[in-house]
């Protein structure tokens, strides 16, 4: 089956290239009203460190929102606003040297029709800076980890964070004891989204932890107990308003928003494919007669589409029925144990089931953990938990998310804070967000039609360039509306969106 990125090279001409617009000529009504932005500073994770296409790069991380925000501050009385330095990423490939899963930033080869990671080696290292930035996003942070003492020090790893190891003040730091630092009297609160997004892109194999508030028990994939949320964020905004700063909050968004759940359709098999696979129709017919309608013929009428076969965590087992029927069929009977194993919880996917974006490189394709005929992913090898969010993981994922935004606004609200409801925001990019200067803004990831108005990156969780733009605008309006400012409004449009190159070498 073709990857579906082979449709990102259609969509080359929508990104071209360019340097975005900021609204920076002085005017007289500008104002600052009831804020005071002399020194901003922005906590959160990957989303407001400029996390885009997998990874922190050089420039990349200059169309944060936080940058692009303090660019319009600087109009009204705003302060420095200093960012963790990438000056060492020369070439602009991102990652981290020498840390596995810390990759080159994604860019599409237009050469193979789809995203990688850009060639060459990175200059990014954990070299200390030892130094308190305005920007304290760190990437792949939950809430409980701005409070961790030791957060930044590399000899904690694999449990510290490479991001932190790279500025922390000390190595005993806090994220926010460093924030602190920087003495705000303006800040933006951004986190809380890992709580529930690590567990969300791992496909629900972490554990819910609702009930456990012993947050050091957690596993990377686990999500937050709501209690332990609301404390710790309670905690944050105590520290943050402590010398009489202001700020917004910002809502965690659900994950139904985001491409990297919803590009992948769950019937991505066209009936044209699996009508020439013999052993696939044979399989599913023989299914279909054991497992009591989890799993139906495949069709081949052309034009039709099948769903892909998934393992059920929830399920009642059919692993002896299974065995015991295809015991009794020749061609079966040497594989009878295998297929009871492989396919005692399968079933196949319907559109209550979100396939995770790394799945569409997998479909179709050999497993190399089956045994042919039946190791074809998602057609004769079902799907794993990693690659699928079913309902009752959505469920959890929902839940907690429902609760941490109450909490949010809550304290919000306590302590007389504006809110960006980002949540509404983002939720919106399924019917269309429409800006400012009447542009619509989609979700619709892999479509060239709308391509100049796609706001995420490649890796399908975090934002493009011009996506960062358009929440810097929607925090300004509620900067303006709350705190009685007039501070004007980037230029989207202006900003780029992916690195398209002919080749990668």
């Given at each position: 089956m073709k990857n579906?990125?082979?449709?990102?090279?259609?969509?080359a001409?929508?990104f071209?290239?360019?340097?975005?617009?900021?609204?920076?000529?002085?005017?007289?009504?500008?104002?600052s009203?009831d804020?005071?932005?002399?020194?901003y500073v922005a906590?959160?994770?990957?989303?407001?460190?400029?996390y885009?296409?997998r990874?922190v790069s050089?420039?990349?991380?200059?169309?944060s929102?936080?940058n692009n925000l303090?660019?319009?501050?600087?109009?009204v009385?705003?302060?420095?606003?200093?960012?963790?330095s990438?000056?060492?990423d020369i070439n602009?490939?991102?990652?981290?040297?020498?840390?596995?899963?810390f990759?080159?930033?994604?860019i599409?080869?237009?050469?193979?029709?789809?995203?990688?990671?850009?060639a060459?080696?990175s200059?990014?290292?954990?070299t200390p800076?030892?130094?308190?930035?305005?920007?304290?996003g760190?990437?792949?942070?939950k809430?409980?980890?701005?409070?961790?003492?030791g957060?930044g020090?590399?000899?904690?790893?694999?449990?510290?964070?490479?991001?932190f190891?790279?500025h922390?003040?000390s190595?005993?730091a806090?994220?926010?004891?460093?924030a602190?630092?920087?003495?705000?009297?303006f800040?933006?609160?951004?986190?809380?989204?890992?709580?529930?997004?690590?567990y969300a892109?791992?496909?629900?194999v972490g554990v819910?932890q609702?009930?456990?508030?012993?947050f050091?028990?957690y596993?990377?994939?686990?999500?937050?107990?709501?209690?332990?949320?609301?404390s710790v964020?309670?905690t944050?905004i105590?520290?943050?308003t402590?010398?009489g700063?202001?700020?917004?909050?910002a809502?965690?968004?659900?994950?139904?928003?985001?491409?990297?759940?919803?590009t992948?359709?769950?019937?991505a098999?066209?009936a044209?494919?699996?009508?020439t696979?013999?052993?696939?129709?044979?399989?599913?017919?023989?299914l279909a007669?054991?497992?009591?309608?989890?799993?139906s013929?495949l069709?081949t009428v052309p034009g039709?589409?099948n769903?892909?076969?998934?393992?059920?965590?929830?399920?009642t087992?059919?692993?002896s029925?299974i065995?015991?029927?295809?015991?009794?069929?020749?061609?079966?009977?040497?594989?009878a144990?295998?297929l009871g194993?492989?396919y005692?919880?399968?079933?196949?996917?319907?559109?209550?089931?979100?396939?995770?974006?790394?799945?569409?490189g997998?479909?179709?394709?050999?497993?190399?953990?089956?045994?042919?005929?039946?190791?074809?992913?998602?057609?004769?090898?079902?799907?794993?938990d990693?690659?699928?969010?079913?309902?009752?993981?959505k469920?959890a994922?929902a839940?907690?998310?429902f609760?941490?935004?109450?909490?949010?606004t809550?304290?919000?609200a306590?302590?007389g804070l504006?809110?960006a409801?980002?949540?509404a925001?983002?939720?919106?990019l399924v019917?269309?967000?429409k800006?400012?200067?009447?542009t619509i803004y989609t979700?619709?990831?892999?479509?060239?039609a709308t391509?100049?108005t796609?706001l995420?990156?490649?890796d399908g969780?975090h934002?493009n360039?011009?996506g960062?733009a358009v929440?810097t605008?929607?925090?300004?309006?509620?900067?303006n509306s709350?705190y009685?400012?007039?501070?004007?409004?980037?230029?989207?449009?202006g900003?780029?969106?992916?690195?398209?190159?002919t080749?990668n070498?």
């Open positions: 579906k990125f082979i449709y990102l090279v259609l969509i001409a929508g071209a290239s360019c340097e975005p617009e900021f609204e920076n000529e002085v005017n007289a009504n500008y104002s009203g804020a005071d932005f002399s020194s906590i959160g994770n990957s989303l407001t460190a400029g885009m296409d990874t050089r420039v990349g991380q200059s169309y929102f936080p303090s660019k319009q501050f600087a109009l009385g705003g302060g420095e606003f200093t960012q963790p990438f000056a060492e602009n490939l991102g990652g981290i040297f020498g840390i596995p899963d990759s080159n930033r994604l599409i080869n237009a050469s193979v029709g789809g995203p990688q990671p850009i060459g080696t200059t990014v290292t954990l800076q030892a130094t308190a930035y305005n920007n304290m760190v990437p792949g942070a809430s409980f980890h701005l409070l961790a003492p957060y020090n590399v000899a904690n790893l694999p449990n510290a964070n490479p991001y190891i790279r922390a003040t190595t005993t806090t994220v926010l004891g460093d602190m630092l920087k003495s705000p009297t800040f933006t609160n951004w986190i809380g989204g890992n709580d529930i997004l690590s892109t791992s496909g629900g819910n609702t009930g456990n508030i012993n050091a028990s596993g990377i994939n686990d999500i937050t107990d709501p209690g332990v949320f609301a964020y309670s944050i105590t520290t943050l402590s010398g700063a202001k700020g917004v909050v809502t965690i968004p659900s994950v139904t928003s985001i491409p990297y759940f919803t992948v359709p769950y019937n098999l066209p044209e494919a699996t009508a696979n013999i052993n696939a129709l044979q399989l599913y017919g023989f007669q054991v497992t009591g309608g989890r799993i013929p069709s039709t589409r769903p892909v076969l998934i393992t059920d965590e929830t399920l087992s059919l692993s029925q065995t015991g029927a295809a015991a009794g069929v020749p061609s079966l009977a040497p594989f144990s295998a194993q492989l005692g919880k399968a079933r196949q996917a319907t559109s209550n089931d979100l396939i995770l974006l790394p799945a569409s997998k479909i179709g394709n050999p497993n190399s953990m089956g045994i042919a005929p039946f190791n074809v992913n998602g057609v004769t090898f079902p799907l794993q990693e690659d699928v969010l079913i309902p009752f993981e469920s994922i839940t907690a998310t609760a941490y935004n109450a909490s949010i809550s304290i919000a306590s302590n504006a809110v409801n980002m949540n925001i983002l939720g919106q019917s269309g967000l800006v400012e200067d009447g979700a619709n990831y892999f479509s060239s391509a100049s796609v995420f990156s490649l969780v934002p360039a011009r960062y929440i605008n929607e925090i300004i309006k509620v900067i709350y009685n400012a007039n501070i004007p409004f980037v230029s989207a449009a900003f780029p969106g992916a690195t398209i190159l080749s070498n």
